[in-house]
């Protein structure tokens, strides 16, 4: 049996292309005829344009040598441009798994050089219509095939019509010969290319109780709809014997040579009878129906090696480096029927990215996939995770190499708790970046209730306890409210500002005064330190881990900040902390040379949680000392207005999921009003659109599906956790 290719086509609910393009398609296929004896030398290939029902959906299908794939893909594509053709396995399968089958064909009644309706006589309705929508009105335990096989003649079939034209008819009436009143129907069809065509009906049920066979004649009987009354009709031709044969000659995809030896189907005839559906079918219901968003991915696109797209030496790429290695795979597009599966360089990367979409749509298997490329790649990878599903799906993908590069932090774990002390620094010309840091993380929590007073005395007070070693965020309290602590940190104070502070202005507000000052600081610090959980983190004076050492040499954080077992506030605290802490730590790298600076990814799922002022500075900054950041939320309402702007105007790349309609009027803008706000709301799960940073320079806009996860997991993930937290925990 030759190799087959099964091509499923799918058009858009919308497409206005007109029927008669089909007609191209089969014009193309079909020569005027082969000659027997030439059949010998030839071969001359058949060609299945079928329609299935399966599960209770409407697929269209062409079957064809697989030396005839593109051909049939560039016909289809040529003539319906905006239909989309995919590459599948055999769909007639599914429907010979069924427990009971009737079989079946659909023959011309007369001569083949009398026409049946085309689409021309058909005015605004679709000629299919008849027929697919029986079809849609199924059960979902048939399953249905029409398959129209067509192969070229062998004979000079539009001779013989032309000879058959001519020739003169006797009229009784007039007692004479005339012309024949059928020469210009028989002449229209001869005027087309065309061939020999076998029409198949096929209906299987998945239950011995139901008898396919009325439906396979009820589904004949559609075919009524074509008849013409002065030219020909099809009529059910009931198969009694030898039905496994016609059902292996469908399987095949063959026509026999006495089989159906004088039908002949012209070009306009098969296209009226497949063609890829469109807007006049739009009210039929269960269609699998194609994308209307379509557009072209820039030239420099980076895919995968190997692909027709693909080059190992694509302009802008970095000598010696090996290519596949360099780009994250991230997702496909499809352009002009080809299915390219494509990534973002690394260089484009340090651009940072991204991503906006409502819940549920795809946002986090994208983050996950591009993180557990990353991670087989070998490369330095952090997760902050505020629902704890994304960092449970990583960690089913680290392989055997890596576990011991992973640093996975629960901070609810109560009995081997991480410790963070945010107040302990290495570079002392960083204490005032630290304090900013700690005063705009408790600004964002608590804005809404914020004054002048409260963030001078905070920074204040983090300033003094960032002079005395081995103070944590738990000191706080101490300082403001015991004397005699205060007296003993100050003491030791060398920043005469500081010192002044506390000796001249601190020490002689009456206490009514100091008590309304400092109450509000006490209640916002003293809701996170009297938290034991929270407190086993942030008041020891060691932190169990080094962020530092995690990004110099390239290892995989996998922060688990789970709301649901750790709560909003507590979330956001030690989220915004530890992307402070990383912010740090790549500053630290100005003491490396950029070409040793390894590159570290950071992803930030629903980063609004933790997006504070020093975002902002990340955003601009972190380039150059290579943090390269992958940032997910659902509506840019959930960020503030300056974040909000650092991100449009430094982020490399730009993606968009499903939105709604307030950020989908933004995000048309973003992308030069090619999508309107209806093709930004109305996109499918997994379907985006973006803008791709590429050798530096944004693209244009494309849509693309991101990719599924990984099929092979590693079942380390228990192993992981344990050896992580024997290393990173401390005991409570």
Request: glycine letters at 6%.
């Amino acid at each position: 049996m030759a190799e087959l290719s099964h091509l499923q086509i799918r058009n858009p609910k919308d497409d206005e292309t007109p029927i008669e393009a089909g007609t191209q398609i089969f014009a193309s296929l079909l020569p005027s005829f082969v000659p027997l004896w030439r059949r010998w030398l030839i071969h001359p290939k058949t060609y299945a344009f079928e329609i299935y029902l399966i599960s209770q959906t409407l697929y269209f299908y062409v079957t064809t040598p697989s030396q005839s794939e593109t051909l049939i893909s560039s016909l289809v594509s040529s003539s319906f441009p905006t239909s989309t053709v995919k590459k599948t396995g055999d769909p007639m399968d599914i429907v010979l798994k069924s427990k009971r089958l009737s079989v079946g064909e659909v023959a011309l009644n007369s001569y083949s050089y009398f026409p049946t309706k085309t689409y021309f006589d058909f005015k605004d309705v679709d000629p299919l219509s008849a027929l697919l929508g029986f079809l849609s009105k199924q059960p979902a335990h048939l399953k249905f095939c029409v398959q129209i096989a067509v192969t070229p003649a062998y004979f000079a079939w539009a001779d013989a019509a032309v000879s058959a034209a001519k020739h003169l008819t006797y009229d009784e009436t007039a007692d004479k010969y005339g012309q024949n009143p059928q020469k210009l129907l028989i002449m229209k069809k001869a005027s087309f290319q065309g061939g020999k065509a076998a029409i198949r009906l096929l209906v299987g049920s998945t239950t011995n109780e139901v008898d396919p066979y009325p439906y396979l004649t009820n589904l004949a009987g559609t075919f009524g709809s074509f008849s013409l009354g002065e030219g020909n009709q099809y009529v059910y031709k009931k198969r009694v014997f030898f039905k496994d044969a016609l059902i292996n000659r469908m399987k095949a995809r063959k026509i026999s040579y006495f089989e159906r030896q004088q039908q002949i189907l012209n070009a306009q005839e098969l296209a009226t009878l497949w063609h890829p559906p469109g807007y006049l079918l739009a009210g039929i219901k269960n269609m699998a129906w194609g994308k209307t968003l379509l557009g072209e991915p820039p030239e420099n696109l980076p895919v995968v090696p190997g692909h027709p797209q693909g080059d190992q030496s694509q302009p802008g790429h970095p000598e010696g480096v090996d290519i596949k290695q360099d780009i994250n795979f991230f997702a496909k597009t499809e352009f002009k029927n080809k299915e390219t599966i494509f990534g973002i360089k690394t260089e484009d990367r340090r651009k940072h990215v991204y991503i906006i979409g409502k819940t549920g749509v795809g946002k986090s298997t994208l983050i996950a996939n591009m993180a557990i490329d990353d991670i087989r790649k070998d490369r330095g990878v952090g997760i902050i995770d505020p629902h704890g599903d994304l960092s449970e799906t990583i960690l089913d993908y680290i392989p055997k190499r890596r576990m011991n590069d992973v640093v996975y932090l629960e901070p609810f774990d109560t009995e081997r708790p991480f410790s963070l002390n945010v107040l302990e620094i290495k570079n002392k010309q960083q204490k005032d970046l630290v304090a900013s840091g700690i005063v705009s993380i408790f600004y964002k929590l608590y804005k809404d209730s914020w004054g002048p007073r409260l963030e001078y005395i905070l920074r204040n007070v983090i300033l003094t306890l960032l002079e005395s070693p081995g103070a944590t965020l738990v000191d706080i309290l101490g300082l403001l409210s015991n004397a005699d602590y205060r007296k003993k940190v100050v003491r030791e104070l060398t920043d005469p500002v500081l010192k002044d502070f506390w000796e001249k202005e601190y020490a002689k507000m009456p206490d009514r005064l100091k008590a309304e000052a400092i109450s509000p600081i006490q209640n916002k610090v003293g809701q996170f330190v009297t938290s034991k959980m929270i407190r086993n983190i942030i008041g020891r004076t060691k932190s169990s881990i080094d962020l530092e050492q995690i990004m110099n040499e390239g290892k995989i954080l996998i922060l688990n900040l789970s709301q649901g077992k750790l709560g909003e506030d507590n979330t956001a605290l030690l989220g915004a902390m530890l992307i402070t802490q990383i912010q740090l730590a790549a500053m630290n790298r100005s003491f490396i040379k950029e070409a040793d600076r390894k590159d570290f990814f950071l992803y930030v799922d629903e980063f609004q949680n933790f997006a504070t002022q020093s975002f902002i500075k990340i955003l601009s900054e972190a380039r150059k000392y290579r943090l390269s950041l992958t940032l997910a939320n659902q509506y840019i309402e959930q960020l503030d207005e300056e974040v909000t702007r650092a991100i449009f105007g430094n982020v490399g790349t730009l993606m968009s999921f499903v939105v709604g309609a307030r950020d989908a009027y933004v995000l048309t803008r973003e992308y030069a009003e090619i999508y309107t706000e209806n093709d930004l709301v109305s996109l499918g799960k997994f379907e985006a659109v973006l803008k791709l940073s590429i050798d530096g320079m944004t693209s244009a806009p494309f849509p693309a599906t991101t990719l599924p996860l990984p099929a092979l997991k590693n079942d380390n993930k228990d192993k992981i956790i344990k050896l992580s937290k024997e290393k990173y925990g401390r005991k409570a």
